[in-house]
């Protein structure tokens, strides 16, 4: 098994808050930040949350090695919304044979794309400063979540970067069968596509053992369980969910006083 350990110095005061505490601020802030879709509620809370970096202990070039994928998938949801999207209102910026966009696309474009970034952002700072040992704890003792579910979901967690060595040991077998797509893209689609079955074959097969294995320890057995580490849940956990709270609140605030403030449904 490969051990994961998060990347936040243990001393910063965000980053030694309680893991469940971490978990709901995250959530206050998405949620809130799905109400609406314009760009600007997100922006500043993107802002908000990059200020905040340091105090987790975690440096910005370690942030963006981890969140990289996130960027990329921003960009990606922003040039598809730019070039396919239905309602082309405001005036034209560019037109370019069959592609148009207008004003209106294009914010509603950024808009999408930096709520992406806002929402995910709290999550990746979570989990790159929590150990997964200490939030199945806190979420047993704090939430009371059924142990079952908690020691399952630490289990699936510290298992997934083994699906990273699985499939370089997949590859390197077919490649020493003589089966490799070489630059042919075709061929490497439909050779990345059997590869990814086969990883999902080995994965659901490990989670069968994994939940047959936790049966027989007796995790369904509904008998109380002890923890051998202590989580607690104080002041300055409940002030880390407020400070979220208001953090949201501050970036709808400042989109609703800038007319720009679009909600999601209505």
Do not use: H
């Not at 600007?40 to 970096?53: D, K």
């Not at 849940?233 to 969910?241: M, N, Q, T, V």
């Amino acid at each position: 098994m490969i051990p994961y350990q998060p990347i936040a110095a243990s001393d910063a005061p965000l980053a030694r808050r309680n893991p469940v505490a971490k978990l709901a601020a995250a959530l206050v802030v998405s949620i809130a930040l799905i109400a609406t879709v314009d760009p600007v509620a997100p922006a500043v809370a993107i802002g908000f949350e990059l200020a905040v970096v340091p105090l987790f202990g975690v440096g910005y070039p370690a942030l963006a090695r981890r969140a990289w994928p996130l960027l990329l998938s921003a960009l990606g949801i922003m040039c598809t919304l730019v070039l396919f999207a239905a309602e082309r209102t405001g005036p034209t910026l560019l037109r370019v044979g069959p592609v148009l966009v207008t004003t209106g696309v294009l914010v509603t474009a950024l808009g999408m794309a930096l709520r992406v970034i806002a929402v995910a952002l709290p999550g990746v700072l979570v989990f790159a400063t929590t150990d997964p040992t200490d939030l199945t704890d806190a979420l047993v003792q704090n939430v009371k979540a059924p142990p079952r579910f908690a020691i399952g979901a630490l289990a699936a967690f510290r298992l997934v970067p083994l699906l990273a060595l699985e499939w370089q040991m997949l590859s390197m077998a077919r490649r020493a069968r003589g089966i490799d797509a070489g630059r042919n893209p075709l061929a490497r689609l439909r050779l990345f596509g059997s590869t990814a079955f086969a990883l999902l074959v080995g994965a659901i097969r490990r989670g069968t053992r994994l939940a047959t294995a936790m049966d027989a320890r007796g995790f369904d057995s509904g008998s109380p369980r002890t923890s051998a580490r202590r989580q607690r849940f104080g002041g300055a956990d409940a002030a880390l969910i407020v400070g979220a709270a208001a953090l949201a609140a501050g970036a709808l605030a400042v989109s609703v006083a800038l007319g720009t403030f679009r909600p999601l449904v209505g």
